[in-house]
């Protein structure tokens, strides 16, 4: 199973609410990343995790807050965002480090109103 | 700031023409991996070549890399309307975890 999956596909949320966005492998991957795409550009890394530990934080607004409960899942929790932060939020997962390739899911689209 | 610069930014061919997509990076880097996403959706890994590679294919694809001129290309043979998405390549030059996008290149296959 090369699939990595996320939930929700699309969202729409208000400046004052609390969300999160799931994140899901089980290639037994330990390298688990969060991406911020916006229209027309490249994805962008906000953050990485290795064996579940937080290790590359993009210097990321703490309005985004990551989790990684166990090696399987990943999640973005969110709060108090802004409209700018709409975009695509991708996920991946890959062997430990970029010298293997990663495994994009689909992505959730985030609307901020 | 971005470590990859593509051009073209967008290229639009017939269907069954040959498509080639450049990237230039400014640093040394271990690997160089190539992308395609279709239109709002998550990224398919293509290819991975490393430093000491020069060439390699997979089925219609055929990347090269030069290190003396810190760049890569993608050429899709006999191109087909499916083909039509964006192409990033990424290149580990932030690290050993810290895959960095070009900018892409937006290819159309038109029928």
């Known amino acids: 199973d090369t699939e990595v999956t996320q939930t929700p596909k699309h969202l729409v949320m208000g400046m004052t609410n609390k969300k999160s966005l799931k994140c899901e492998q089980h290639?037994?991957?330990?390298?688990m990343y969060w991406y911020k795409q916006k229209a027309k550009k490249p994805p962008e890394l906000m953050f990485v995790?290795?064996?579940?530990?937080?290790?590359i934080n993009e210097s990321v607004p703490s309005r985004f807050s990551p989790e990684c409960p166990n090696s399987s899942l990943l999640n973005l929790h969110l709060h108090a965002l802004q409209p700018e932060d709409s975009a695509l939020y991708l996920c991946?997962?890959?062997?430990?480090?970029?010298?293997?390739?990663?495994?994009f899911g689909p992505g959730t689209r985030l609307l901020v109103l | 700031s971005q470590q990859g610069e593509e051009d073209p930014q967008a290229l639009s061919i017939q269907e069954g023409e040959n498509a080639t997509m450049n990237c230039s990076y400014k640093?040394?880097?271990?690997?160089l991996q190539w992308y395609r996403q279709n239109s709002g959706r998550g990224l398919v890994h293509l290819i991975l070549?490393?430093?000491?590679?020069r060439e390699k294919h997979s089925g219609r694809l055929r990347v090269t890399l030069d290190t003396s001129k810190k760049s890569s290309s993608l050429l899709i043979t006999a191109s087909r309307a499916a083909d039509t998405a964006s192409y990033f390549c990424a290149t580990d030059w932030g690290g050993a975890q810290k895959l960095v996008f070009g900018q892409g290149t937006r290819l159309t296959i038109n029928p």
């Open positions: 070549i490393r430093s000491n590679e």
């Open positions: 991946a997962s890959s062997q430990l480090t970029t010298q293997e390739t990663q495994y």
């Open positions: 995790y290795s064996y579940e530990k937080l290790s």
């Open positions: 290639m037994g991957h330990r390298a």
């Open positions: 640093t040394s880097i271990n690997n």
